[in-house]
């Protein structure tokens, strides 16, 4: 046996060759963990969908060995470099060249260490017991691979089950991405086998070692290395942007031993805390592409990379490797973002940005007053709860870059001060400005006039001192405009008032909380007029609007049960709460939903609303309101439209006098024909009350009031007024279904409850 193979580029070799004699295989510290032992994302169809990559790299060489074990099969191409003497550094094929070298020790502990020295030399067994496998990406990773390769390969002393149990594995390992993927690659591996009951695993081990092939690719030292550095694996997929990025950076041929050890380091602290907070990930890779994105934002003030009118997401590789063309050629653009690039290329800023995400994430996973304000802005497929910092990491990625790229630059700047706490109230109100930003009829909104885009915030918290970030006046800052995208004051009108007239009022957060508010206290301090209100106004109308948003929960109503029903019903007459087509529901039916409160809250800036809200009795007001509106029409509606708002009237006075809380279910429309006929009991008669069907559910069905249960239950907003028969077959009723007496006692019933109210 050769003691050492000379590797000479564009000639091909068997693993005898790379895993015999003296030669040693070095992932170095450039390149990414060992992954295929986890879920890599692979190409399936036209998808892109998670599979595991070892069992079909198995299956694939058993599948070969078992049609031709003569033949010889070449896995593509391994790029490396000689450095020292003897040791080849593996620039690209390493999840390759691992899984083999775990599948030969695996053989190994099947064929009583017939292989022994293709996984440590006989010359490293009299000294430190080296494997021909080194890796250098981190000293637990090359510690584990070593002990792995003694103890369960050689020595055979424990099962692939036993691993994490053994007294040479470290609690510390489990915080290693690649020495994770190999335990689970082993698993694989020995599940795999068990399929083959029949392998002779002497006969397979030969052909592993004689008949698997590579071309070797000399990239003659590291820094050309890393200059080179391509894409190439089985699956044929590209390499992640980390994975392409670390190479890049660490291979800049200007760094010394030194600093290249310090960053490497950096680096590794960077994959460890990914790795840490992965969450349901199955590598640190996802995490940090999301870190190398933020980063890149902010650098370049811009969110996508364009290519004519298309966008595209950023393509972090290229971004370290040199600045995007258009910014070399755009004077205009260059001032906005080319001035940043070296800065953004360097290693120490990155690290700066690094430092700082850990510290945001920290600070809010220890402050329950963050925590409620960011929880305010939650999507649903964020964590309810950021006590911890795995929940605060996933969090924040999946929030908008309006709020976490700012936090992240703040902190950044200025550390994790106190004032971090009430720069995140900031964001949340300039966030709801975005949210908030357009009205029902697709306008740009009040608050859409307010939002700064967080182009401009980074700009604003780069050209400001801490004491200013909040006041700053973007008119006298030089403030570089991005295209198509408005400058619109950041220190506001609201921002002003608020500085000068609610430092003494204690509840103050309280208020801005709130749900319909979210930090803008317009509505409270302003009038739809323009009229502005003094703070004892400004107290009023927010004790006011607190009483009309709990109008729409069934729990804060309980004590105002007579308010809750008028509100609503006060809602409908003024058309806030509008009457329309019902989903899924016959075209010729129209109603609408009595308790459900419109998502956008510009409502509460309405007429109808501010109306309200500096009444002494609101409850009054809005009575005297309905009846000066509805008492026109009520007794004989003219429309469809008429006749549910006028029902409606009926249903609330009536449930009201008895103390009933009329009730909130809004997933039922209360609706009607919309040819008015077609709501009597009997189509040929005049209008009646007591000839009317009104109040019927129509959302998601066709048939009216389904069952006598429901039917009969006063409470429910699709019962009827007085005591009317239940109608089964309301499509085929005639004259028959009803008589007359019965209507002219119904209709008398409902024309008392009018009269007593609107007499």
């Excluded at 990930?281 to 003030?301: A, E, H, P, R, V």
């Excluded at 607190?546 to 809750?564: C, G, H, L, P, Q």
């Excluded at 006749?643 to 103390?659: H, V």
């Excluded at 009216?704 to 699709?718: F, G, V």
């Amino acid at each position: 046996m050769n003691k050492f193979v000379k590797f000479i580029s564009g000639k091909d070799y068997c693993l005898e060759d790379l895993f015999g004699g003296d030669t040693k295989i070095v992932i170095p510290d450039l390149q990414r963990d060992y992954c295929w032992g986890d879920n890599a994302y692979t190409v399936i169809g036209k998808d892109k969908k998670p599979q595991e990559l070892v069992s079909g790299f198995l299956k694939n060489i058993i599948q070969l060995y078992e049609d031709d074990a003569e033949s010889s099969v070449t896995l593509g191409l391994v790029y490396g470099y000689e450095q020292p003497y003897n040791h080849i550094q593996i620039c690209d094929g390493q999840q390759r060249l691992t899984t083999l070298f775990l599948i030969l020790g695996v053989i190994n502990t099947k064929c009583k260490g017939e292989f022994d020295h293709y996984i440590i030399s006989e010359q490293e067994m009299k000294d430190d017991y080296e494997p021909h496998l080194l890796y250098a990406i981190r000293e637990s990773t090359l510690y584990f691979l070593s002990d792995l390769s003694l103890h369960l390969f050689i020595k055979r002393e424990l099962d692939v089950a036993n691993i994490r149990s053994s007294n040479w594995y470290f609690r510390e390992y489990d915080q290693d991405a690649s020495i994770q993927s190999v335990i689970s690659a082993l698993e694989t591996i020995s599940k795999t086998f068990e399929l083959h009951p029949g392998l002779d695993y002497r006969r397979f081990g030969d052909y592993l070692l004689k008949n698997l092939r590579i071309f070797y690719y000399d990239m003659e030292n590291r820094s050309r290395g890393e200059e080179t550095y391509v894409v190439i694996n089985t699956t044929g997929e590209p390499l992640s942007a980390t994975e392409n990025i670390k190479p890049i950076l660490l291979a800049d041929p200007r760094l010394t031993q030194a600093p290249r050890k310090k960053y490497s380091d950096q680096w590794e602290e960077r994959e460890e805390w990914f790795w840490k907070y992965r969450g349901s990930d199955k590598t640190s890779d996802n995490g940090m592409q999301t870190f190398f994105k933020w980063y890149w934002q902010i650098g370049l003030q811009q969110e996508y990379r364009w290519e004519g009118d298309r966008k595209y997401p950023l393509n972090i590789k290229e971004l370290f490797l040199s600045a995007p063309r258009k910014l070399t050629e755009n004077a205009n653009e260059a001032k906005l973002s080319l001035g940043n690039y070296n800065e953004f290329r360097s290693l120490e800023n990155l690290n700066r940005y690094f430092m700082a995400l850990c510290s945001l994430v920290r600070a809010i996973a220890h402050d329950e007053r963050i925590q409620k304000v960011l929880l305010t802005m939650s999507k649903k497929e964020s964590p309810d709860r950021l006590s911890e910092e795995q929940y605060v990491w996933t969090w924040l990625r999946n929030a908008e870059l309006d709020i976490v790229l700012p936090l992240l630059c703040f902190v950044k700047n200025y550390g994790d001060t106190d004032l971090l706490y009430r720069f995140i109230r900031r964001i949340r109100k300039n966030h709801f400005d975005g949210v908030w930003g357009k009205t029902d009829s697709n306008q740009l909104s009040r608050r859409g006039e307010n939002y700064v885009d967080w182009r401009y915030i980074i700009q604003i918290i780069n050209k400001s001192p801490l004491s200013d970030v909040f006041s700053a006046d973007v008119q006298t800052l030089d403030i570089s405009k991005i295209p198509m995208i408005p400058l619109n004051d950041w220190y506001t009108e609201d921002d002003k008032w608020k500085s000068e007239h609610l430092v003494d009022i204690a509840e103050v957060e309280d208020i801005e909380d709130h749900e319909l508010l979210m930090g803008d206290l317009t509505p409270l301090r302003k009038g739809s007029d323009g009229i502005s209100y003094d703070i004892a106004a400004f107290k009023k109308r927010w004790n006011n609007l607190k009483r009309i948003n709990n109008a729409f929960d069934a729990s804060e109503s309980s004590d105002d049960m007579e308010f809750s029903n008028w509100f609503r019903l006060y809602c409908v007459v003024t058309g806030i709460t509008a009457i329309g087509h019902i989903s899924n529901c016959s075209w010729d039916l129209e109603g609408c939903y009595f308790s459900q409160k419109r998502k956008m809250p510009w409502w509460i800036e309405s007429g109808e609303i501010d109306q309200l809200l500096c009444r002494e009795d609101i409850l009054e007001a809005i009575k005297q309101i309905i009846k000066d509106k509805v008492g026109s029409y009520i007794r004989c509606p003219r429309d469809y439209k008429e006749l549910i708002i006028s029902w409606l009237a009926i249903k609330t006075i009536k449930e009201s006098s008895d103390g009933v809380l009329l009730s909130h279910y809004s997933q039922r429309a209360v609706s009607a024909f919309c040819e008015l006929e077609s709501n009597y009991i009997v189509p040929s008669q005049e209008f009646q009350w007591g000839n009317v069907l009104c109040g019927y559910s129509w959302s998601y069905t066709v048939f009216p009031a389904r069952d006598e249960q429901n039917w009969a239950e006063e409470s429910n907003l699709d019962s009827p007024i007085s005591s009317i028969p239940f109608i089964s077959d309301y499509y085929n009723r005639d004259g028959r279904c009803i008589d007359e007496r019965s209507i002219e006692k119904y209709d008398g019933e409902i024309a008392r409850i009018i009269d007593a109210y609107f007499c």
